[in-house]
């Protein structure tokens, strides 16, 4: 969204891209050496005891998603600024372009309530819901690239918002006096649905677009197109 607006690819002091991904390389190598009970390990106990005490007791998993959402805000304060200066110069609406970070910021929200509401999906089914969520955001991230690309509107809603918004409604169904459609073991099988569904959409998406720049190109996609000889 900051390149979209900015027409400047910056990566901050934490990044994606770049930190992010050692993150999550550094979290894999953890969990292959020391085996998936690490991440239950109490933080104090790993640290002296004069700072363990300053601290709550949190396990070493809970202590990485505080730590992401911590490096978190200052991240979006800066994206957000840039934005805000980068509007301003070209003289068009910042608040327009803050708009369009609604419906992102839904989506999140939806997923965090969602596994709020459905602790067994947290607890038993996590991998299986990532799986449907990052196809899901890949899709959506995707569609900004190529918006940016191409020049295109910023892509606000779109197909993918659907499985999240209602398999959102129906985690929340109980608490506003509405029976719950997929409840229980049912809920797994929802999840199922919207894995199948969002990947067959992420894949229909991204060979549309490899097919397009190929053709549009004139090359091919993972090899070498030697031009005609006569």
């Not at 969990?31 to 104090?44: E, I, K, N, Q, R």
Request: a neutral charge; glycine letters at 8%.
């Amino acid at each position: 969204m900051e390149e979209y607006h900015t027409h400047v690819l910056f990566l901050g002091y934490f990044s994606g891209p770049v930190e992010g991904i050692l993150c999550f390389t550094l979290a894999a190598l953890a969990s292959g050496v020391w085996g998936p009970g690490f991440w239950a390990t109490d933080l104090v106990q790993l640290l002296p005891a004069p700072l363990a005490a300053q601290l709550p007791s949190l396990t070493l998993a809970h202590s990485v998603v505080v730590g992401m959402g911590v490096a978190l805000v200052p991240t979006v304060y800066a994206s957000f600024k840039n934005i805000a200066r980068a509007r301003r110069e070209q003289q068009r609406s910042v608040g327009a372009a803050f708009a369009d970070a609604v419906p992102f910021t839904a989506s999140i929200s939806s997923v965090v309530v969602w596994l709020w509401e459905s602790p067994e999906i947290r607890t038993q089914h996590l991998v299986l819901f990532l799986g449907f969520v990052g196809f899901a955001f890949s899709y959506i991230v995707g569609r900004v690239i190529v918006a940016h690309v191409t020049g295109a509107p910023f892509p606000k809603l779109n197909r993918m918002h659907i499985p999240i918004f209602l398999g959102t409604a129906n985690a929340l169904a109980p608490r506003l006096g509405l029976t719950k459609i997929f409840a229980g073991p049912n809920e797994v099988v929802l999840i199922w649905i919207c894995l199948f569904y969002t990947g067959a959409q992420y894949a229909h998406f991204a060979l549309e677009v490899i097919d397009t720049i190929c053709s549009y190109l004139d090359i091919n996609c993972l090899t070498i197109k030697h031009k005609k000889t006569d």
